[in-house]
């Protein structure tokens, strides 16, 4: 089976973190396809019409001087116009992943594009969504005959380290992490507002694009803040294995969330919002802590929670994020994608 792998989101040296998750997945997949992989990929770039325009031409050329069995396109709202090129003047089997906001913001505008993502399920031979929670959201706006189509794939899932630190006994000062895109909607202000509270010794660590500067408010005496900005995977991986807390209080509906289960890689325990998917893999009490979005009362109160537990109870939580983890791990789940992938070439 020969793979047309196809996504307007890749990373590049001056965004390293842009679509890094689709970079993951077709790397995992390189590794464990037989067959040919064939990339087609647009890296980020403020002028939005040449590179796209770049990308279509690119996809029609791969796909005329290849044999293509099946088009794996990401972003739905980005890629529909090529799966249908694909679909009704190729003839070639199609399968749409959605990853969030691609499906999320189309729905709530309700315009014309919202239709064609809607169309684009609908003629697709498979569609990828990455959470039980992110299906449950599309159930409703689409045929029910539908469904059959739809495969519960990670988004590529998480690397699993081989060198995990469970005992992080030193909490003084507390080190806590969030990773992911910086601004009101993923609780950076919920975090503040919590940590404003906090009377102990806490160190945050910020790591992602900063689209809102919300810090300015954080004036306690007891927290120092580094806002560190996007970093590559590499980079990324030394601020997973220093520190003793992970900061999830989304506000967002999240199709995923994949830098708690990263943390969790690392043994984090996880603060998260009890939305969206994060209770798939956040269990209070297990491996972290579930809060209501929004709620900074209840964040501080997870802190001290984590805080107060003796060091062989924080290290059972550090275990059981590592566990859990595990069933997210990439080869696994990319494996999965693979034989996905090829039931749908081969019974659509």
């Known amino acids: 089976m020969n793979i047309l792998f196809v996504s307007n989101m890749y990373p590049s040296k001056e965004r390293p973190s842009y679509g890094v998750f689709v970079k993951n997945i077709y790397d995992e997949m390189e590794q464990a396809h037989s067959g040919k992989l064939i990339l087609c990929v647009m890296t980020h770039s403020e002028n939005k019409m040449w590179p796209y325009l770049n990308f279509y031409l690119k996809f ?80 409703p706006d689409i045929n029910t005959s539908y469904e059959y189509k739809i495969f519960i794939s990670p988004s590529g899932g ?64 007891n927290v120092s803040c580094l806002v560190v900005g996007e970093v590559t995977q590499e980079l990324l ?56 979005k929004g709620n900074s009362a209840e964040l501080l109160d997870c802190i001290e929670r984590f805080c107060h537990l003796s060091s062989a109870q924080r290290q059972n939580l550090s275990v059981n994020a590592a566990s859990t983890a595990l069933e997210y791990s990439r080869k696994k789940v990319v494996k999965d994608l693979l034989r996905y992938l090829e039931s749908c070439f081969e019974n659509a």
Not at 124 to 130: K, Q
Not at 239 to 256: A, G, R
């Open 60 to 139: 029609l050329f791969l796909l005329i001087t290849n044999k293509v069995d099946i088009v794996y396109c990401h972003f739905l709202s980005r890629t529909s116009i090529l799966g249908a090129t694909a679909k009704f003047f190729f003839g070639k089997k199609v399968v749409f992943n959605v990853h969030g906001s691609d499906y999320l913001l189309p729905k709530i505008k309700g315009g014309i594009q919202h239709k064609f993502n809607l169309w684009a399920i609908s003629f697709a031979n498979g569609i990828v969504v990455p959470s039980n929670a992110f299906k449950q959201f599309i159930l």
């Open 158 to 221: 998480v690397n699993i380290p081989t060198d995990i630190q469970y005992s992080r006994h030193n909490i003084q000062p507390l080190k806590c992490l969030y990773v992911g895109r910086v601004n009101a909607a993923k609780g950076i202000d919920t975090i503040i507002d919590a940590l404003n509270a906090v009377t102990r010794d806490v160190e945050l660590t910020v790591v992602g694009k900063v689209e809102e500067d919300l810090f300015a408010s954080l004036n306690n005496e």
């Open 237 to 292: 991986k030394q601020y997973y294995s220093q520190s003793n807390l992970f900061l999830f209080p989304t506000k967002y509906f999240e199709s995923l969330g994949l830098s708690p289960l990263e943390a969790m890689s690392f043994g984090l325990p996880v603060i998260g919002s009890n939305y969206g998917p994060v209770p798939e893999y956040v269990r209070d009490g297990y491996n972290g802590f579930l809060i209501e």
